[in-house]
């Protein structure tokens, strides 16, 4: 019995082995088709194009946050919008860490974003704010749309220096 096990677990591992290429190349494709979509993000934040950000995302996305409070995707683009308003020279960048298939449909990733802007309400102060977050995504006839977001960390500076963010409303 102990010999059939051994063969058991050898044929396991060898079938692993031989499927890792193609999950890794999987995963390479899915990692580059998010960061396609990150990148036309950036673009979308810098025109502050709130309304072609958002229809990235499935209508009932919602973002979770460290301080326990979530806003769904309405909430959340009027938030941003107010903000938006009042920000100038924007820069924004989005790096994808790690994707994952969760199934057919769904995804998994982990991603940074860096936005670095001045502001009317602080003139002269140069701001920038870094997170990370982790998604998930579903596949969709337009490709792939965000589901589900939470926040990993944040870190907000002025003039290099840290402060504390504002406090998402509920």
């Not at 998604?135 to 220096?161: H, I, N, P, Q, S």
């Amino acid at each position: 019995m102990k010999k059939y096990r051994a063969v058991a677990i050898l044929l396991a591992l060898t079938v692993a082995l031989a499927a890792w290429p193609a999950l890794a190349e999987n995963n390479a494709k899915l990692k580059s088709e998010i960061q396609d979509m990150l990148d036309q993000v950036a673009v979308e934040m810098v025109k502050k194009d709130l309304a072609a950000v958002a229809a990235h995302s499935m209508p009932q996305a919602v973002f979770h946050f460290r301080d326990g409070k979530s806003l769904t995707l309405a909430q959340w683009q009027e938030s941003r919008a107010k903000a938006l308003a009042d920000m100038q020279n924007i820069s924004s960048k989005f790096v994808v860490e790690k994707a994952w298939p969760e199934g057919a449909d769904k995804a998994g990733v982990t991603y940074q974003e860096n936005h670095q802007f001045t502001t009317i309400s602080d003139p002269g102060a140069k701001q920038a704010i870094e997170a990370r977050f982790s998604a998930v995504l579903c596949k969709t006839d337009a490709g792939w749309r965000f589901l589900e977001f939470k926040e990993l960390d944040l870190r907000v500076t002025r003039d290099g220096k840290l402060v504390e963010p504002p406090a998402e409303k509920k």
